[in-house]
């Protein structure tokens, strides 16, 4: 089990991570989501005791992981977002490495080894140097690591990233696979499909902070059965506030000179009216976006800025 | 203590798997040393000689006073003069079996004495560039010395030369005694200057070591620790410049994620690098012993004392490494410690062959030290407490490095 109490890590005046709190089940994935600098990986750094963090408090199984950092981290496996491999060893020369800084030893720790780079289809190769795998399988076994001693806890910091859509369907599969097992997974990503398809519950981070937790229908509930229409081109904000207050169902997200970011149901029947409505106003639409609800379109409504953006 | 076996095995794994770099540390030095070897004669042997050719056509007392100078027991040691005929010395010169062929012309003695133009002819071997140059510098100094007994003697020679051209074979009683007298005169002058000379020359000689038969050995053997202490210098740099490398490849960061702590993984690379450190230097120490004659009884002891400097200079370097803004930075910064320590510590020249003030700093380097206390050892001239003493002050100094390492190492990681 994960806890995260207030944490918080600064860099001199720069806030990475702004007080969030979470708390990861066993046997279940927590998904943080957000985009690049939103602070995953700094929390994430913070977990594993790579970071002290400025305030607050990480607790993985009920052990501090700064007052009691070496049992916390003893159940704690870490992949991390680079790859972390010795690219000149082989498979199995990185598997005992790893395993051994868990404690693992002997026969208990060749059967593993085994164990593993079979379920990460690395077995056939697993005496070749690590420098002539394709990325893939560097992927896969830079998790394989991660696993070898079966922790309680598995932090994943965007294991899929830069991998073909093949070895992202294995990666995910070995990650269910942990949490079968009953593991607690931590998992930060900006895949949203992914997010969608593999987390329990889920938390939206952004400039440090966490701006909306819950499980996937909780989100989707906050998203509301709203679509996104995103007008680009010239506008006056105030005339179109009151334009668009006329229409019913219709929410002003945002409203600049250059764009209108509206939230309505049924958009798609309703934009002949908007446009009239904007035409009479004497506004000029260049390009429209019509988005439905989902976990883009919540964070679209809560940062005003795309997930990849 | 597991923790402890498995980094330093990971480390020691990793060298394996990089046969080049072993093979680098240990050619790069051994090559140097060699060469340096060579150039200052070998181990021992018979001495390099100017072996010089006479053609004595004057055949004059002052020409067998020019032959006999230069075939005189204080030079026997680096010449070796034989009189032939003109026609034989070319020819032998031609056939490379001499460094040079000296030609003393008829009618040289007179000239000398009336202090005349005349020429002294040297033919050299072209294929020899150094003992002919020898020859050369000893017929100059020949000619200075003529210059300057005319400058004393002047009057008293020309009288001689006048002599002999007059045709008397044997001079007056008086006229003799006048001469020698003068002579006598001129020389009491300069007594002051020459007995003793006002040049004091003080001649330093390298330590010689003894070999395992007993007697001295060369200069040669003053290279060794100097050769050695290269290979772990460079052995180290390359070892603790490492830590670079598993940095860029985030597997420092990930270690620190693991129940690994700071002090496995310091202490780890520094065993690894011992037993690193342990093999090049003993087979460095192998062959150069074993070259040298020196007892390989001494061996273990050489060994352990090298691994352990090893293991302090590579802790050294490491903290170096640490405190660099970048792998080329570190790199930079550790080339810019490891070249002056190894022209000051006696890697390039030993000690012994320094300025005496340049001898003084380098003993106080790091390098510098362990090699003098490696010179002792190799003589068999190190005490128990002086080895108690050396072994104690390498753990002191490994102990302050390692708590510096340990504590910059968790930064380092983590940015």
Same mark, same amino acid.
């Given at each position: 089990?994960?806890?995260?109490?207030?944490?918080?890590?600064?860099?001199?005046?720069?806030?990475?991570?702004?007080?969030?709190?979470?708390?990861?089940?066993?046997?279940?994935i927590f998904g943080l989501l957000g985009p690049n600098g939103a602070g995953k990986t700094t929390t994430?750094?913070?977990?594993?005791?790579?970071?002290?963090?400025?305030?607050?408090?990480?607790?993985?199984?009920?052990?501090?992981?700064?007052?009691a950092g070496r049992t916390a981290r003893q159940q704690l496996g870490v992949v991390p977002q680079e790859l972390a491999l010795y690219e000149d060893l082989s498979a199995t020369e990185n598997l005992l490495f790893w395993g051994g800084t868990y404690g693992l030893r002997g026969a208990t720790?060749?059967?593993?080894?085994?164990?593993?780079?079979?379920?990460?289809?690395?077995?056939?190769?697993?005496?070749?140097?690590?420098?002539?795998?394709?990325?893939?399988?560097?992927?896969r076994l830079n998790l394989g690591c991660g696993i070898v001693h079966q922790p309680k806890v598995l932090l994943l910091d965007e294991p899929t990233a830069g991998v073909d859509p093949q070895s992202r369907m294995r990666l995910l599969d070995l990650v269910r696979d942990e949490v079968a097992r009953g593991a607690c997974v931590l998992y930060t990503t900006h895949y949203l499909e992914e997010a969608e398809s593999l987390c329990h519950r889920l938390a939206i981070m952004d400039h440090g902070k966490i701006i909306a937790a819950g499980?996937?229908?909780?989100?989707?509930?906050?998203?509301?059965?709203?679509?996104?229409?995103?007008?680009?081109?010239?506008?006056?904000?105030?005339?179109?506030?009151?334009?668009?207050?006329?229409?019913?169902?219709?929410?002003?997200?945002?409203?600049?000179?250059?764009?209108?970011?509206?939230?309505?149901?049924?958009?798609?029947?309703?934009?002949a009216a908007i446009f009239a409505s904007l035409a009479a106003g004497g506004a000029e639409i260049r390009e429209t976006t019509l988005t439905q609800p989902s976990l883009e379109t919540l964070f679209i409504k809560l940062t005003g800025r795309k997930l990849r953006e | 203590m597991n923790r402890l076996v498995l980094v330093a095995r990971q480390n020691l794994l990793r060298c394996l798997k990089d046969p080049a770099a072993l093979i680098l540390w240990l050619f790069i030095p051994l090559l140097i040393g060699t060469l340096l070897v060579l150039a200052m004669g070998g181990r021992g042997g018979p001495k390099p000689r100017v072996h010089l050719l006479i053609a004595d056509e004057d055949d004059s007392f002052g020409s067998r006073l020019v032959t006999g100078a230069l075939t005189s027991d204080r030079t026997a040691d680096f010449v070796q003069a034989e009189k032939v005929d003109r026609g034989t010395g070319r020819q032998r010169l031609e056939k490379g079996d001499a460094s040079a062929l000296l030609v003393i012309p008829k009618g040289f003695a007179q000239a000398v004495l009336r202090e005349e133009?005349?020429?002294?002819?040297?033919?050299? =071997?072209? *294929?020899? %560039?150094? !003992?002919?140059?020898?020859?050369?510098?000893?017929?100059?100094? +020949?000619?200075?010395?003529?210059?300057?007994?005319?400058?004393?003697?002047?009057p008293e020679l020309h009288q001689i030369a006048q002599a002999a051209t007059a045709g008397k074979s044997v001079m007056p009683d008086a006229e003799i005694s006048r001469l020698s007298v003068?002579? =006598?005169? *001129?020389? %009491?002058? !300069?007594?002051?200057?020459?007995?003793?000379?006002?040049?004091? +020359?003080e001649s330093v000689e390298p330590p010689q070591l003894a070999s395992s038969a007993g007697g001295a050995v060369s200069f040669a053997i003053s290279f060794l620790?100097?050769?050695?202490?290269?290979?772990?210098?460079?052995?180290?740099?390359?070892?603790?410049?490492?830590?670079?490398?598993? %940095?860029?490849?985030?597997?420092?960061?990930r270690m620190?994620?693991?129940? +690994?702590?700071?002090?496995?993984?310091?202490?780890?690379?520094?065993?690894?690098?011992?037993?690193?450190?342990?093999?090049?230097?003993?087979?460095?120490?192998?062959?150069?012993?074993?070259?040298?004659?020196?007892?390989?009884?001494?061996?273990?002891?050489?060994?352990?004392?090298?691994?352990g400097s090893g293991a302090v200079l590579t802790l050294l370097l490491l903290v170096i490494q640490l405190h660099a803004s970048s792998h080329r930075a570190a790199s930079f910064l550790t080339f810019s410690v490891l070249f002056p320590l190894l022209m000051l510590g006696g890697s390039m020249f030993p000690l012994a062959a320094m300025p005496r003030w340049m001898a003084a700093v380098g003993a106080c380097t790091p390098n510098g030290w362990a090699a003098s206390r490696l010179n002792d050892i190799l003589a068999g001239q190190a005490t128990g407490s002086a080895v108690a003493t050396g072994f104690l002050s390498i753990l002191v100094a490994g102990a302050l490095l390692f708590f510096w390492s340990r504590g910059r190492l968790a930064s380092f990681a983590r940015r």
């Open positions: 089990m994960i806890e995260v109490t207030g944490l918080q890590k600064r860099y001199g005046e720069l806030v990475a991570v702004d007080g969030i709190s979470f708390r990861a089940e066993p046997g279940q994430i750094g913070c977990i594993s005791g790579l970071l002290e963090p400025t305030g607050g408090h990480v607790r993985l199984l009920g052990h501090d992981v700064v007052t720790l060749k059967a593993r080894i085994r164990e593993v780079l079979t379920t990460i289809g690395l077995l056939d190769r697993a005496h070749e140097p690590v420098k002539r795998f394709s990325g893939g399988m560097k992927r499980t996937l229908p909780e989100l989707r509930a906050m998203a509301g059965e709203s679509d996104l229409l995103v007008l680009r081109g010239r506008f006056e904000p105030d005339q179109a506030r009151v334009a668009f207050g006329a229409l019913a169902g219709v929410e002003v997200v945002e409203a600049t000179t250059e764009a209108l970011r509206l939230a309505l149901p049924d958009a798609s029947h309703k934009l | 133009p005349t020429r002294l002819l040297l033919l050299t =071997n072209p *294929a020899q %560039r150094i !003992l002919p140059g020898i020859a050369e510098e000893m017929l100059r100094l +020949l000619s200075e010395a003529v210059f300057y007994a005319h400058r004393l003697l002047g003068s002579v =006598n005169d *001129a020389i %009491r002058g !300069l007594r002051s200057y020459l007995f003793p000379p006002v040049i004091k +020359l620790p100097g050769i050695v202490l290269m290979a772990l210098l460079f052995a180290a740099q390359g070892l603790s410049n490492d830590i670079w490398r598993e %940095r860029e490849t985030g597997v420092l960061r620190v994620t693991t129940p +690994l702590d700071l002090t496995s993984i310091v202490v780890g690379k520094v065993l690894s690098a011992t037993a690193v450190l342990a093999a090049t230097s003993g087979v460095i120490l192998a062959v150069g012993m074993a070259y040298l004659e020196i007892s390989l009884a001494r061996w273990p002891l050489a060994v352990a004392w090298s691994a």
